[in-house]
């Protein structure tokens, strides 16, 4: 389990966290997200143990990481972005030496390296030395650190930077597979990985929590309007005239336009269902209503619409 109980830190008069609090539990993966500056790096390196919070607790596996450090970070596998790799070493060298770090003998260390390699399908690349290897791997073998010795509780910071469509669909898979055994906090800025992978997400902001929550939920609360996809017999510049003289309707956009059919995507006021008046007004002049869905928010407007500053009016 992964723990912050009212975190706070300040690096002078500078406030970068205040009252952050959440639990990640084994066998669950939460998604950190924010824009740059909001606290997840801070957040993540006093999980990680790097430097103390300036108020409040944070523990891994029920280990205080103030009063108990060393049995604390025994208990985390921590990813960093770029992670700190020998090049001149090979793979398992690199994680044999890093088993040996965290007191490991060589027998011990060796079995260790073995199960990550297991763990993270490095077997066949065993001797090969990190300099070699691409950025998806390196990333792959920091991972595989991370895992050295089991840890019940993982931190993974950005992940996915720098890795191409495969390799984030794989990161995903692997990402997953810890999910099933691990308390696994992944903090990215892909929101689309997130809205997939994670069961919950936590958005930090200006270094508070703004938003927590399943992916769907959340984006849900957070979007400031929702959209509705109508689909009549009739041209576009029709269907689009008569939409958007619906009560409740902000903004009308073609998305398809044939002469005998057209789609527009229509985005209402979120307290008002419009969906009703929608289908009224298509039929009752006398056209083929097609299709009428609403499209689901996802978690990058949420996220967006929650971070993003909004004009004062004019």
């Not at 596996?61 to 990813?79: E, F, I, K, M």
């Not at 990985?193 to 938003?211: K, Q, S």
């Not at 995507?265 to 298509?282: C, F």
Request: aromatic share 2%; with cysteine; hydrophobic share 45%.
């Amino acid at each position: 389990m992964i723990e912050a109980q009212r975190l706070g830190k300040r690096f002078g008069t500078h406030t970068v966290l205040d009252d952050v609090s959440f639990v990640v539990e084994r066998g669950e993966i939460v998604g950190f997200l924010g824009p740059n500056g909001a606290g997840k790096t801070t957040t993540l390196r006093i999980l990680a143990g790097v430097f103390p919070p300036t108020t409040g607790r944070a523990s891994i596996d029920g280990c205080d990481l103030v009063a108990a450090p060393r049995t604390a970070r025994s208990r985390l596998g921590y990813a960093p972005e770029r992670p700190a790799l020998h090049l001149e070493m090979t793979v398992a060298g690199q994680l044999e030496f890093v088993a040996a770090m965290r007191g490991a003998s060589r027998s011990a260390a060796r079995r260790a390296a073995a199960a990550a390699m297991a763990r993270l399908d490095l077997e066949e690349l065993r001797t090969r030395r990190l300099e070699t290897l691409s950025r998806g791997l390196r990333q792959r073998v920091g991972l595989a650190i991370a895992l050295v010795g089991n840890p019940p509780a993982v931190l993974l910071d950005e992940p996915a930077a720098g890795l191409d469509p495969a390799q984030s669909a794989e990161l995903r898979r692997l990402v997953r597979a810890l999910g099933r055994e691990h308390a696994v906090l992944v903090s990215s800025h892909v929101l689309a990985d997130m809205e997939v992978l994670c069961d919950r997400v936590i958005i930090l902001h200006h270094g508070r929590i703004l938003a927590a929550g399943p992916p769907a939920a959340i984006a849900a609360r957070l979007r400031p309007a929702h959209h509705v996809l109508v689909e009549a017999g009739v041209p576009g510049a029709a269907l689009e005239a008569t939409l958007a003289g619906v009560d409740g309707v902000r903004r009308v956009e073609v998305i398809l336009d044939d002469p005998a059919r057209s789609r527009c995507r229509v985005e209402g006021e979120s307290t008002h269902d419009i969906r009703p008046a929608l289908a009224a007004a298509v039929v009752t002049r006398g056209w083929r209503l097609l299709a009428l869905s609403t499209l689901e928010p996802t978690l990058e407007e949420a996220f967006l619409a929650a971070t993003t500053p909004r004009a004062a009016p004019p």
